[in-house]
Structures are given as structure tokens and as C-alpha cells.
């Protein structure tokens, strides 16, 4: 678990084992061959594809709805990475952290809030500490779940 606050000023605490039941929104690490793959959103900035799960549909389903939806990528399997729960005044909400290995990616005429698919290789921690990525992507609780996830390939890769 990890807990602090956000630049907001919310309490986020992150759980690194699932909470019970859907979550309310769904954030994707996905990787497509050798490289990351984000989005641009419109206002925020270039960050992971995610958002809010729709009535009726699990997260996994969210997932592989948001991720093909902002940037084309298709994807069997997802892993769950963490839970973070944001307590604020204006919304409290928790959120289900996947990862996944996109197969292929699906040019589309219109990526929603997003400028579609943007691919990046390097050090992951370096690359989303830019100013070009959302602040979401520069937040302290955003490094521990990349470094989560990052344990988690390792522990699955090594066959741990």
C-alpha cells in the first residue's frame, strides 16, 4: 500500500491487491511490441489510455473498450497491476490498474477525447516525468505503479 496526496490536494491510497467488485474507472499500461503505448488527451496531455467503466460492463471489459477506443490498440489479456482509491471533495473514486501486450493496432477515424495511439521507448520513469505528459502521468502514486508493474513482468518473465 501506498498513500499520499495528489497536487490536488485528494488523499489517494494505492493498493497493490485487488479491492473487492468493479472499480469505477480503469487505467491500461499497454505495450505494443518493444514500446509504450499512450494517448494525447486533448487537454491533459499525453498519458496512459483509461476511463470510466460504462453500466454493466466489468473492468476488463472498460480496459479493452478504453484502450481500443483512444488509441486503436486490440488486446487478449489484461494483468491487474493496482487499485487507487481518490478521496476529494469533488469525486471520490477508485480506479483498477491493468496491464496488457497489445497485438495490433487499428487505425481509427476518431479516437474520442484523444489524439490516438503515440508509441515510446526508453526508461518509462525518465519519459513520464516530461512536461508534455499529463500530470497525472508525473504524480508520485503513478511511479509506484509503474515500478509495480515492472516487478510484476519480472516476477512473470523469470517464472518467479
Known amino acids: 500500500m501506498f498513500h499520499y ?3 490536488l490536494g485528494s488523499d489517494v491510497t494505492i493498493y ?5 467488485g468493479e472499480q469505477d474507472d480503469v487505467l491500461v499500461l ?17 498519458e496512459f489510455p483509461g ?4 453500466s454493466g460492463e466489468s473492468n ?12 486503436g ?31 495490433r493496432l487499428e487505425e481509427r477515424d476518431h479516437y474520442f477525447e484523444t489524439e490516438g495511439p503515440l508509441l515510446f521507448k526508453g526508461d518509462l520513469l525518465l519519459e513520464i516525468q516530461k512536461e508534455s505528459f499529463s500530470f497525472f502521468m508525473r ?17 512473470r518473465q523469470s517464472g518467479i
Do not use: C
Open 73 to 103: 490498440g486490440v488486446a487478449d489479456q489484461f494483468t491487474f497491476v493496482a487499485d487507487y482509491v481518490v478521496e476529494s471533495a469533488e469525486r471520490s473514486f477508485t480506479k483498477r490498474v491493468f496491464q496488457t501486450e497489445v497485438t
Open 16 to 20: 497493490f491487491h485487488k479491492l473487492p
Open 5 to 7: 496526496q495528489d497536487h
Open 30 to 46: 499497454p505495450v505494443f511490441k518493444d514500446s509504450w503505448l499512450f494517448t494525447k488527451h486533448s487537454i491533459r496531455g499525453i
Open 51 to 54: 476511463g470510466k467503466g460504462e
Open 60 to 71: 476488463i471489459e472498460a480496459a479493452r473498450r478504453e484502450l481500443y477506443e483512444e488509441t
Open 139 to 155: 504524480d508520485e502514486g503513478m511511479e509506484q505503479i509503474v515500478r509495480h508493474a515492472f516487478f510484476i513482468n519480472h516476477t
